[in-house]
C-alpha cells in the first residue's frame, strides 16, 4: 500500500514520553459515584459559573491537606524511596494547537488549596489562551521535546527523580478529563503519584469520580477513603466558596454590575 511517512511532531513525542514514564508505574483506578447536588446548585446560582475544573482541583488540594499520602512521590535517586511536599501542586492536562497540531499539554498550578477558585479559574484561563511559548512550564516541556530521543528521555528521568524538580515540573498531582466532550477516561495515564478524573454529571448532580494512583506509594483503602472525604469536601467548604461568589456579585451596586457586563 502507497502513503507516507509522518515524523512525531514536538507535541507527539511529549505524549510518547508521557506513556513510556507511565507504564512503570503500578497505577490502579479507584472510583466512587458521588453526589454533589449543592454543589450543581450553587454553581448554577453564580452569574458567571466557575469552572468545574477550578472546583474539583481546589476540592483535590483541600483534600490533600489531610491526606500527606496525596502529596508524596516515589524518587530512585539517591536510592529508592519517598518523599513528603509541603503543599500540593497541580498539574492540569490542557488540549492546545500547536504548529498546526492539536497537542496534549500540561499547564502546572501551585499550591491551589491556598488559591480562590476565581484565581483558579484565571490561571486556567490563561492556560486554554496564552501563548504556548509564554507559558513557562510547557515551553521548557516542548524545548525537552526537541532533543534527541537519549537526552530527552535522561532529562525526563532526572526530573522524575529529583525531589527539587519533581513537583516543579510534573506536579504533585494530575487532573485530566474528557467530561466537557460527555465522555470519560477510565484510566487515563501521567507520571504522577495521583491523577484525579471524573465523568459527565447528571441531572441529578451525580457523577463518578476517580482517582488513579501510584500504589508503591499508596493502598487502595487510604484511596477509598480520600474519596470518601472529597466528596464531603465538595459538599461543603466549596460550595460554600461557590455560594459566597454568587452571594459577592449580588451584593455589587447596580452601576458596578452594569459596568461588568458590558
Not at 448554577?44 to 502529596?71: D, G, M, Q, S
Not at 498546526?100 to 492556560?127: H, S, Y
Request: aromatic share 8%; hydrophobic share 45%; glycine share 4%.
Amino acid at each position: 500500500m502507497r502513503g507516507r511517512s509522518i515524523r512525531f511532531s514536538p507535541a507527539k513525542r511529549l505524549v510518547l514520553d508521557v506513556l513510556h514514564f507511565s507504564r512503570g508505574i503500578p497505577t490502579v483506578p479507584v472510583q466512587k459515584r458521588m453526589c454533589i447536588t449543592p454543589l450543581v446548585e450553587a454553581r448554577a446560582a453564580c452569574t458567571n459559573a466557575p469552572r468545574w475544573t477550578a472546583i474539583f482541583v481546589k476540592a483535590y488540594a483541600l483534600l490533600a491537606r489531610e491526606f500527606p499520602e496525596l502529596r508524596r512521590v516515589y524518587l530512585k535517586l539517591p536510592l529508592p524511596h519517598m518523599f513528603e511536599y509541603r503543599s500540593s501542586i497541580a498539574s492540569v492536562v490542557v488540549e492546545r494547537e500547536y504548529q498546526g497540531e492539536v497537542g496534549i499539554f500540561t499547564q502546572v498550578i501551585l499550591n491551589p488549596a491556598a488559591r480562590p477558585i476565581d484565581n483558579l479559574m484565571e490561571l486556567l484561563d490563561r492556560g486554554t489562551t496564552k501563548p504556548l511559548d509564554e507559558i513557562p512550564e510547557i515551553a521548557r516541556a516542548l524545548s525537552v521535546a526537541a532533543l534527541p530521543w537519549p537526552f530527552r528521555r535522561m532529562v525526563w528521568w532526572l526530573g522524575l527523580n529529583l525531589s527539587r524538580y519533581r513537583a516543579l515540573f510534573f506536579g504533585t498531582f494530575g487532573f485530566s478529563v474528557y467530561s466537557a466532550l460527555k465522555v470519560e477516561s477510565l484510566h487515563p495515564l501521567m507520571p504522577v503519584t495521583t491523577l484525579l478524573n471524573y465523568g459527565v454529571i447528571d441531572a441529578d448532580g451525580n457523577v463518578n469520580v476517580r482517582i488513579i494512583y501510584d500504589h508503591r506509594v499508596m493502598n487502595g483503602a487510604t484511596v477509598a477513603r480520600a474519596l470518601n472525604r472529597l466528596e464531603e469536601i465538595l459538599n461543603t467548604a466549596v460550595v460554600d466558596e461557590v455560594r459566597d461568589m454568587a452571594a459577592n456579585v449580588l451584593q455589587q451596586p447596580a452601576s458596578s454590575l452594569a459596568l461588568s457586563e458590558t
